[in-house]
């Protein structure tokens, strides 16, 4: 059951996102004028790409798919105070893990997209054991580790994806790929369940099974982390290490066990692209999807609600940048620019809100 | 024997969003005074200081330094005015050098090349004058917390403060360091300079003080002089009730035997002996009490008892069965209560609810946690209510953040979740270190409560008074040995400090 309940404490919490973003406009402005553009052109074209049709709507929720997967993956480690900087590895890992089921292993369809799906998981999973282990075992900090395990990640699977597992047959294919996934594991659309529900997705849009994988993985990792006794400890490491020594919880196992669903989550954050938009795995999938997903987590509170806003947000950010560059003189590399401040204004209006809310509470109890 | 006025603070008024932390406080110092600011915490003694430093910007009043009216803006402002601060926790740079820390901030330099010598010149001159002995090339890290305090101290003076303020000073010294704080005192007092002491223990107001100044929720209750105070006194005038720190204690047969150590030696990490050869015993339904100067494995002990450490020798039992092979939760889960010595690190989740807190440790058992370990909110605040009526703990609602509470309803917070476990063992360590007078009383009957109810409770204090009332047997702790017990009836004060300083083994 949900209950909303007007809370203003958690009112003024959401606000930092909502300020940050409006100061972030407010500074893209300023260098859009800077530029020489007006405001009202950049306006226009951001809108154009971004709102103005429901495709365009629906490609933004498209591209937020395996963003929200990112930032999940992010969120719930740093919940255990694990800074899992390598989930960009962890998804190269587990989208070739994934793809070499759905190559190589020949299954009928209703068991072949689990199955994908699962090593998927298990395969990011096993990128992140590593770390996890050298940091529970040796004390190496994870930062350090995940960065180096994201080069090699990259490394490997670019020997694979050239070298043994390559898929080449002619000539004239350029870009380095495994073989064709078979048919039974490819993610189908689901554009036509928003049509008969009133939304005119076109059928060029990517609103695949993912966006299932991604509502589903969102609701377990909210229900695990608010509604167990797992993800209790989980939080409670996360907040104080001694604290939660003192009350007996298990701290390295907490935080190897968060750490390895961070990565099993991340292996999940290619799926989209492997499995529906390319049907083949490449060394070539977007790069920087683990990256982003940092930036999300933070802007989303590490809270799976806060990181569906978050990578909505992000998406329509990319979208934007598209329109500046398409439709106006202003360079699509703006957009890092506005997301670096905007993170910068969250991270002072969190601070800011949160010493208010301290003070009001005091007043309430005094 | 005290002179001229040197700091006068005119009707402060400071006003936090609901709370008037200064009401109108007005307060002078002398040169060769010590003038002692008492009061609850959160009386706003804390808040005046911070204004004096230049932390905190009072909404009306005036401060007087040497009768002339100044404005301090910033604690830079406040140094070269003459005001230094020593605070409650340190402000010290670990890896640096005693020497480094002194002069960090005030360096002499000639083109940017840093100069020791003629620093290093005056800070020895500096610790002539005071008697605050240490070496100046040692890393501070290396450095025990007494001698940390010097460190600080020689800072101010350093930086040739006329008026010094100590922000507890006492809180984290033994109490043969805190006598020679105290002659410290005396001779900056010599000297001239006035001195501001922030303390929560009344004997060492009494003993040191020229005037003691007494505050409660945020008004100057009275100012007295030495002569005409007494502890009953200044203790009523800070809570506005009588206090009887008396501890009413019936005298109770121990039962068997909870808690036994046998043997126990550990080895820290730098090689040290810290443990070595601990042998004691806890009935049930008996305080025992462990005295002795801070550092002497008491820490140690208390780690060794309530998590899993690295023994060099040794058994821990609890009714007759080792423990030495569980883990934290084993520990707890079988019945050992813990108050840990550093609360504000071990205790709370400060940003979690009360409910959550007053759960944690059994958070995953049942009643609170369901089939498939899902978390049963409503058993969780149901108890969290009980708990918060039946402690006192003061608080809006149970779904109130720990880190909303004052640090001794936090402290109760503790304590009630302790208690309510049902543990055998209590393990409480420095329970009232840095609380005030209202919690201590909380905390003593909550301690001889436990106690009747046939609990065994296992007391570290560094407050020998603590120990004396509250303890049915007393062990010294010296060296990582326990080298006397006594039955509380059969000793006395001054055959314990005796023992503590481990002055027979030289006898």
Known sequence: MLKLKFNKYKF?????????????????????????????????????????????????????????ISGLAVSLAFRAGVFNIGVEGQYYVGGLVGALIGIYLPLPPIIHIPMVIIFAMIGGALWALIPALLKATKGIHEVISTIMFNNIALAFVNYLVNGPLSGITEKSQLEAQTGKILDTALFGKLNGFFRALGWPVPDYVYLDYSLIVAVIMGFFIWFLLFKTRYGFEIRAVGTSIDVSHYAGIRVKKTQIGAFLLSGALAGLIGLQEIFAIRGFYTYEIASGLGFDGIAIALIGRNSPLGVIFAALLFAFLKQAGYGLQLHTGVSNSIIYVITGSMILFIVVFNELIARYIRALRRKEIS | MSGTVLLRMEEITKTFPGVRANDKVSFDLKSGEIHALVGENGAGKTTLMKILYGLQKPDSGTIYLKNQAVSIKNPKDAIHQGIGMVHQHFMLVPPFTVLENIILGEE??????????????????????????????????????????????????????EILVFDEPTAVLTPKKAKELFDTFRRMKEQGKGIIFISHKLDEVLTIADRITVIRRGRVIKTLERTEASKPLIAELMVGKPVFLEVDKKSKAAGRVILKTYDLQATSERGHKVLNGINLQVHAGEIYGIAGVEGNGQTELIEAIGQRVKLDAGDIQLEGESILTWDVRRRRDEGIGHIPEDRHKCGLLLPFSLADNITLGRHHQPPFVKKFQIIDKKQIRAYSRETIESFDIRTPSELTPANALSGGNQQRVIIAREMRFEPKLLVAAQPTRGVDIGAMEFIYSQLIRARDQGKAVLLISADLDEILSLADRVGVIFKGRIIKEFRREDTSREEIGFYMTGEQESA
């Open chain 1, 12 to 68: 003024f919490e959401m606000l930092s996102p909502v300020i940050g973003f409006f100061a972030a406009m407010v500074v893209l402005l300023i260098l859009v004028i800077l530029v020489g553009e007006t405001p009202r052109n950049a306006i226009v074209a951001i809108y154009k790409l971004t709102l103005s049709t429901p495709a365009r709507m629906a490609t933004v929720l498209s591209i937020a798919i395996p963003l929200f």
């Open chain 2, 108 to 161: 002499s330099h000639r083109a940017g090349v840093l100069n020791m010598n003629i620093p290093a010149a005056k800070i020895t001159e500096i610790i002539r004058e005071n008697g605050l002995q240490v070496e100046l090339n040692t890393n501070v890290e290396d450095l025990p917390v007494g001698l940390q305090q010097r460190v600080e101290i020689l800072k101010v003076l350093y930086r040739g403060a």
